[in-house]
């Protein structure tokens, strides 16, 4: 039996996320982040479509690199103005069932104790249908903004966030017996003192003493994403990520980039295929090829390639405003996104060229044409490199979700690619097809559970 595709709607709490410029279209809603509504429509609106997530990105600081300064970011708002994505799942968990929501923090600025509280209550009010998307920053910015002169080296970044997972693996999962919770009106117990344990941490990073505050959560750890593609992010996912988002240009590239996830995950002693990877992706579709076409250039009139370039730049850490249009971009190793700077340093970029790379304001992989067309290439994407399924970004805000639920999905659907109805249970149960909420035994995180005391030998019992 063929794959079935795995799908999320890529978004975040701003204005222009990845396709930027678009916010100007006359059809695009973006500008309404600030409301409820705006979220709660998308919720029920991606339900309608069967997708397994909603996927938030996030970002702490701001893209100052391009020209120095924040005048294209702030008019044409490149994740500026932010809001905190965690606050949303609430509201959107009340008129749903079944959507996933993947939620990016940045472990770097967030307190493990009170973190581990957040996701378990996030967790609980969803009924199970959390992922974290683990990030550890990359912007100077940021680091600035919190009291920091820069932002931690790059694998010394990873060696905190490997330490920040064990403390949440010890509250989520060994702070609290599966039992320890029977509301006992009767006996006036809630909670059984001897199924509830201090967690004792003391490491490089982190030096924790205290009782995980919540009772475990549907899944108590929620699902893990991440999104590292350097030799050190690979590593990290291999031990605990089960879900990886990679960006891809070309199916050779991305078949190689699936393959080394795998390779990770085999390397740290796990199954290859215990993480779903999955691609970001922008689809444009009509009824026709020429009513498509007509959308793209549509589109392209209202992106901002250069608030695309500047985005790029911000990920890089070089400055591409200081370079004439022609003018080769020099490359210098940094502490930004590895990924990005190792395709500038493959091959031999301008800023024109960059500007053209970003003509609808990113530059992901975009498949314009009809419902036929498009689910042709996205299975083919799927089949020949390897990938589980996409994060779909938006382009004019909710036409593009409502295009591609209208009229791509039933394509999937009739080429038994795509599931016709929700599975039950919690998002790991629906990821991974199986009725187990928690993590498997084969993550490492699995090895921190709450296990019960031995009774001491030897002991005295009394009739």
Not at 253 to 279: C, E, L, S, Y
Request: net charge negative.
């Amino acid at each position: 039996m063929a794959k079935q595709m795995l799908l999320n709607a890529f978004n975040m709490n701003c204005i222009g996320h990845i396709n930027h410029g678009l916010w100007t279209h006359p059809r695009d809603t973006s500008t309404q982040y600030k409301t409820l509504a705006y979220w709660t429509d998308l919720a029920r609106l991606l339900e309608r479509g069967l997708f397994d997530g909603l996927f938030i990105a996030d970002i702490v600081g701001t893209y100052d690199i391009y020209g120095q300064s924040l005048e294209v970011t702030l008019k044409e708002s490149i994740q500026l103005p932010v809001n905190d994505p965690l606050l949303l799942v609430s509201a959107m968990a009340a008129v749903t069932r079944h959507l996933g929501f993947g939620l990016t923090a940045n472990l770097t600025y967030e307190a493990p104790y009170l973190f581990a509280r957040r996701l378990s209550t996030l967790d609980h009010l969803s009924n199970g249908r959390v992922g974290w998307n683990i990030v550890t920053g990359y912007l100077d910015s940021a680091a600035r903004a919190m009291g920091l002169a820069q932002q931690p080296e790059h694998d010394r970044r990873y060696d905190q966030a490997d330490e920040y997972l064990q403390v949440l693996y010890k509250l989520l999962e060994g702070s609290w017996a599966d039992d320890a919770v029977v509301a006992d009106r009767e006996q006036r117990i809630y909670a059984q003192p001897d199924k509830v344990r201090k967690v004792s941490h003391h490491g490089e990073f982190y030096n924790v003493e205290g009782y995980h505050l919540s009772e475990p959560s549907p899944q108590r750890t929620p699902v893990l994403f991440q999104a590292g593609s350097s030799t050190r992010g690979l590593a990290f996912a291999g031990n605990h990520a089960e879900c990886v988002f990679i960006s891809g240009q070309d199916k050779t590239a991305t078949r190689a980039q699936v393959d080394k996830v795998r390779a990770a995950a085999q390397a740290a002693g796990r199954d290859p295929q215990a993480i779903k990877v999955f691609m970001g992706i922008t689809v444009i579709v009509a009824a026709t090829e020429q009513q498509a076409q007509a959308k793209h250039a549509e589109y392209l009139r209202h992106a901002s390639p250069e608030a695309g370039v500047a985005h790029f730049a911000a990920s890089t850490g070089i400055d591409f405003a200081a370079y004439g249009l022609d003018e080769p971009i020099g490359f210098s190793k940094g502490n930004a996104i590895q990924s990005a700077t190792r395709q500038l340093q493959e091959n031999a970029w301008t800023r024109r060229r960059l500007l053209e790379q970003h003509a609808l304001g990113g530059r992901y992989v975009t498949l314009v044409g009809t419902p036929e067309q498009v689910a042709d290439a996205l299975i083919a994407w799927l089949d020949e490199t390897g990938l589980d399924g996409f994060n779909l970004t938006r382009t004019v805000t909710p036409e593009s979700f409502e295009d591609f639920i209208d009229l791509v999905i039933p394509q999937l659907q009739q080429r038994g690619r795509y599931k016709t109805a929700y599975a039950e249970g919690t998002l790991r149960a629906k990821l991974f097809d199986t009725d187990h909420p928690h993590l498997p035994a084969s993550h490492p995180g699995s090895a921190y559970r709450f296990t019960p005391t031995p009774a001491p030998t030897g002991a005295l019992h009394h009739a």
